[in-house]
């Protein structure tokens, strides 16, 4: 069963974004009567099957969820992971619930400047807790949606963007 809503269509066994959890699969297409109003959901089984979240369609838009990146924004995004790093001005609660937004947003891009900004290389652990935090949620966020993209695995996925990150890196020391 395909549906279409609000400019978006999904398909059963269709691999999509749900911002708040990551990346999900459609297990089904489902209606439920709800005072009287019919009501369909798209049914999402997320985090490899362990938690099943039910969205109105009339909200899937509203909600975030939309179809994986094209490979071209999956390109985009790797190619910020390299790029210098936006100073770090201002406070931090601040920068964070920047990060947390741009993280609640779902674009790819948007995460890889998260993780682009707050990368430190091999002193991450110098990072303080909620650095390190919205670092890994970033991270794997990426990682799963890169990796789901390019028909490759978490682990191929986390080394492109290691390279990406690393990149960074060198240019920043060679430009000191």
Known sequence: MTTKNNALSFQAGETVVYPSHGLGVITGIEEQEVAEFKLDRLVLSLDSGKVTVRIPIAKAKSSGLRKLSEPTVANQALEILSRKARSKRGMWNRRAADYQERMGSGQLTAVAEILR???????????????????????????????????ITEAEARKLIEQGLADAARSSEAAA
């Open 117 to 151: 900004d707050l990368n430190r290389g091999p002193q991450q652990d110098e990072a303080s807790y909620s650095e390190r935090q919205i670092f890994k949620g970033a991270l794997d966020f990426m990682t799963n949606e890169i990796a789901a993209v390019r028909h």
